[in-house]
């Protein structure tokens, strides 16, 4: 596997975890979702965050709102349910325990 292969596989399972952790900090913008993200090096196309949108309002652990902009048409924003908080919730308990254990075997010497 190479260096970018091993990369993109690991912020393809990381970014519903980085997008939830954006959105637990209150009422967010797609647009600020993907700056962020974009930043972060998490993604680079802006085609990866709507599936997952979708995916994560199926499974409601966010949910949507309609806000008039100064700018344009109205925006769509998202807030983490209380469903979501719980997921998001586990889902740093899983980054917690998967980090001790990469370091763990990093840190250990022969």
Not at 57 to 62: G, L
Not at 75 to 100: A, F, M, P
Request: aromatic share 10%; proline share 3%.
């Amino acid at each position: 596997m190479s260096t970018t292969n091993f990369k993109t596989q690991i912020r393809k399972g990381l970014i519903e975890f980085c997008v939830l952790q954006i959105i637990s900090r209150g009422e967010v913008y797609t647009t600020d979702i993907i700056v962020e993200l974009q930043k972060s090096k998490m993604i680079v196309v802006e085609g990866t965050l709507y599936p997952l949108l979708n995916r994560l309002k199926s499974s409601n652990y966010v949910d949507y709102s309609w806000k008039e902009s100064k700018q344009g048409p109205p925006r769509k924003y998202y807030v983490l349910t209380k469903e979501g908080i719980d997921h998001l919730k586990e889902l740093n308990l899983s980054w917690i325990e998967v980090d001790k254990a990469v370091k763990k075997i990093i840190n250990t010497k022969k």
